[in-house]
């Protein structure tokens, strides 16, 4: 039976830090694979505090406790948790690193879960401990789960291969060139701790967690010679060993831990990534000299293949054309009344599965009406979702995941009339997304340099949006990859290939909220006549209408109208191919010209 309230909850944590001679101990969101999507069992953070967003962090002493949560997280942490059990804290107002040097005293001990923490965040946080004289200490085992009595099972996946015609290489020649890496960097072995890099690497996929294809497994792989794959036996069918017999064998996680000590006691040089590897590994590779540096997964992975874009485009078309269906569905129902947030969500789901080729969706949909489009990562609660009423706003943000690619967009409507402000914030909003869309920028660019195009026109107002203005995608991998986004804190350079997210926002809490969100590819652009550097820029191949009802065509230049119209004179060239009958006589008109004679 399981412990109550989180109350109760609590205080059995604390007794059981007590037995470990703990003052406190640290929780964060994510499993050992460092997941946004994490299974059951590995929902600790949920199961202590009742906050169900997709990142948070908590930490526990004897006589208080806090939750750390970011910018989207604000309104939910409150909805969520008890606030008189567990404090609010903006990650960026009072970091937990912050806190830990206001609240921890000299001589305590702050227990940590070393599987579920990197080596990056256990350096930070051990320094924070050390600052005031505490210490960070890693435990055998996990408190919450000596008092989650009825903490769920693991999840059992079965594991497929993906396609060379969709992966574009094969798992030999990845290997290969990773392997050429290593010698490069002088490591004789990387021990990948990313489920997406594993999985990208062996060109397998796997269904343990929720709307993200990744085999849950750890991987170290020599510079020369066979990779191991750490998993469970029964999770790997017979063709993927023997698709892979030559590249790699498979074992079974409880042998980790021998294999990282061998390493050690050779003396062997390994390379891992601080940000994804936990602090189990460093422990386990004591005596082996480490290198820290990036995945070397990560940049081919987020550098999409052209057989890997060809399946994106073709995905977005796809999606597009089921997305397009429903908006047409939605204009003809919403106003009729009867819809509310859950039913609009489940057609939408309809019209996905319906193209025949979706696995999953991409993330679970943020359907949102009038005050919770508010909330820019709204979770949809279909026994106390909000109704879809006239002349109020509408967003929904869905993606699906398919074999070829996945998706990720947004698109905010009205059923009804707008209000002026409502026209004035959503055209701005528009703006933002066309400056991203059309920016050329030189090679060397980051996304934090790009991120304050999106934000010019709201900004000339005195307006804002809290969050980043785009991620990665991967492809039919997580629908929020790295290492590239653009936001003001990305520093990574953007390169040919990479996918992203365009979406800036608005958001009025209690009333309505607004974001426009396309896909676009990284791409060499071509030259600018008298120009002296070379230039990239987008590619947009989000294919979907834009509400006409919403636009302030006012606000738009003679530039940005351009756009907009040859923006919608593609949908419907394209995604008018896919769909027929009363919805592409909506579709012709939503995508009619907007622009000024």
């Given at each position: 039976m399981a412990i109550g309230a989180?109350?109760?909850?609590?205080?059995?944590?604390?007794?059981?830090?007590?037995?470990?001679?703990?003052?406190?101990?640290?929780?964060?969101?994510?499993?050992?694979?460092q997941g946004e999507y994490v299974a059951a069992y590995a929902e600790r953070l949920k199961w202590l505090t009742g906050f169900a967003g997709s990142w948070g962090l908590a930490i526990?002493?004897?006589?208080?406790?806090?939750?750390?949560?970011?910018?989207?997280?604000?309104?939910?942490?409150?909805e969520q948790v008890d606030v008189k059990a567990f404090v609010?804290?903006?990650?960026?107002?009072?970091?937990?690193?912050?806190?830990?040097k206001a609240n921890l005293k000299k001589g305590q001990r702050l227990g940590f879960d070393p599987w579920l923490t990197t080596i990056a965040d256990a350096?930070?946080?051990?320094?924070?401990?050390?600052?005031?004289?505490?210490?960070?200490?890693?435990?055998a085992r996990n408190p919450i789960d000596e008092v989650w009595k009825d903490q769920p099972e693991r999840p059992v996946s079965k594991l497929d291969l993906q396609p060379e015609r969709f992966a574009g290489k094969s798992a030999k020649t990845k290997l290969a060139e990773l392997g050429k890496s290593l010698t490069a960097q002088g490591a004789d072995a990387v021990f990948l701790a990313e489920p997406s890099s594993v999985s990208w690497l062996f060109n397998i996929r796997g269904n343990a967690v929720p709307y993200t294809p990744v085999a849950l497994a750890y991987a170290l792989v020599p510079a020369k010679g066979k990779a191991t794959i750490f998993m469970d036996d029964a999770q790997v069918p017979k063709d993927v060993k023997a698709a892979l017999k030559a590249q790699a064998e498979f074992a079974n996680p409880s042998t980790i831990a021998k294999a990282l000590k061998g390493l050690g006691s050779k003396k062997k040089t390994v390379l891992v990534d601080a940000g994804s590897a936990p602090q189990q590994v460093a422990l386990l590779l004591k005596g082996a000299k480490l290198i820290e540096g990036q995945d070397p997964c990560t940049m081919p992975k987020a550098q999409k293949n052209e057989v890997e874009r060809q399946g994106a485009r073709a995905?977005?078309?796809?999606?597009?054309?089921?997305?397009?269906?429903f908006l047409h569905w939605i204009s003809v129902e919403g106003p009729k009344g009867g819809l509310d947030e859950a039913k609009a969500a489940d057609k939408l789901f309809e019209f996905r599965k319906a193209t025949g080729k979706l696995e999953d969706l991409s993330f679970s949909s943020i359907s949102a009406a009038g005050p919770n489009a508010a909330i820019p990562h709204y979770h949809l609660d279909p026994a106390h979702c909000l109704p879809i009423n006239r002349n109020e706003i509408y967003l929904i943000d869905s993606g699906g995941q398919y074999r070829d690619g996945t998706t990720d967009v947004t698109r905010t409507m009205i059923i009804g009339e707008p209000t002026a402000e409502m026209k004035d914030r959503f055209t701005r909003v528009l703006k933002g997304m066309i400056a991203i869309s059309v920016v050329r920028f030189p090679e060397g660019t980051t996304g934090a340099h790009i991120d304050a195009l999106a934000r010019a026109a709201l900004w000339s107002a005195g307006l804002d949006f809290d969050h980043g203005t785009g991620h990665g995608v991967g492809s039919y991998l997580s629908v929020h990859e790295g290492p590239a986004r653009i936001s003001k804190a990305s520093h990574v350079v953007l390169k040919?290939?990479?996918?992203?997210?365009?979406?800036?926002g608005y958001y009025k809490p209690g009333a309505f909220g607004i974001r426009i969100e396309n896909l676009l590819f990284v791409r060499e652009a071509e030259a600018i006549t008298g120009g002296e550097r070379k230039m990239m820029g987008f590619e947009t191949i989000t294919l979907a209408p834009i509400d006409r009802n919403l636009i302030d065509v006012g606000l738009l230049t003679r530039d940005e109208l351009k756009w907009l119209d040859a923006y919608h004179a593609r949908v419907l060239a394209e995604v008018g191919m896919l769909v027929d009958g009363p919805a592409l006589e909506w579709l012709k008109q939503a995508c009619a010209s907007l622009g000024r004679a």
């Open positions: 989180p109350s109760t909850r609590i205080k059995s944590l604390r007794s059981a830090l007590s037995q470990q001679k703990l003052d406190g101990f640290l929780i964060p969101r994510q499993d050992e694979f526990v002493l004897s006589k208080k406790a806090a939750i750390f949560v970011d910018g989207r997280y604000t309104s939910q942490v409150r609010p804290q903006h990650l960026m107002d009072e970091p937990p690193t912050t806190w830990i350096k930070r946080f051990a320094a924070a401990c050390e600052a005031v004289g505490a210490k960070f200490v890693p435990v995905a977005q078309l796809r999606d597009g054309a089921a997305l397009s269906r040919p290939g990479m996918l992203l997210s365009n979406e800036p």
